[in-house]
């Protein structure tokens, strides 16, 4: 069975730092892509960016040059965020293919 677990998110100052990251246990193959979204209060869950399993990257306006997906083959799946604002606050989620979903972790920018 296959399971994906998020930590790392926490409270933060803006302009501050996190890494959430999510390890994948049960089989999936290296083909897969992976992913994180968020989802804030009273608002639709929204991709944030995505890893192909060639390395390709896609991100959201919103975080392009803050943030940072990275990969370990297909056994985690990494989120650095850089230069955190206020509106980054939300749950964040990690997927496989859009099949396989954590539980999520809260990230809180607030001074």
């Known amino acids: 069975q296959v399971q994906l677990a998020e930590s790392g998110g926490g409270l933060v100052q803006p302009g501050g730092s996190l890494r959430p990251s999510c390890p994948v246990s049960g089989f999936i193959f290296s083909s897969n892509t992976m992913g994180w979204y968020r989802q804030a209060p009273g608002k639709q869950r929204e991709l944030v960016a995505k890893?192909?399993?060639?390395?390709?990257t896609i991100y959201v306006d919103s975080v392009k040059g803050r943030f940072t997906i990275s990969r370990d083959n297909a056994k985690m799946v990494s989120l650095q965020m850089n230069a955190l604002k206020p509106e980054d606050t939300a749950v964040y989620y990690c997927?496989?293919?859009?099949?396989?979903w954590g539980q999520g972790t809260q990230v809180t920018v607030s001074s």
């Open positions: 890893i192909y399993s060639s390395g390709l």
């Open positions: 997927t496989v293919n859009n099949n396989y």
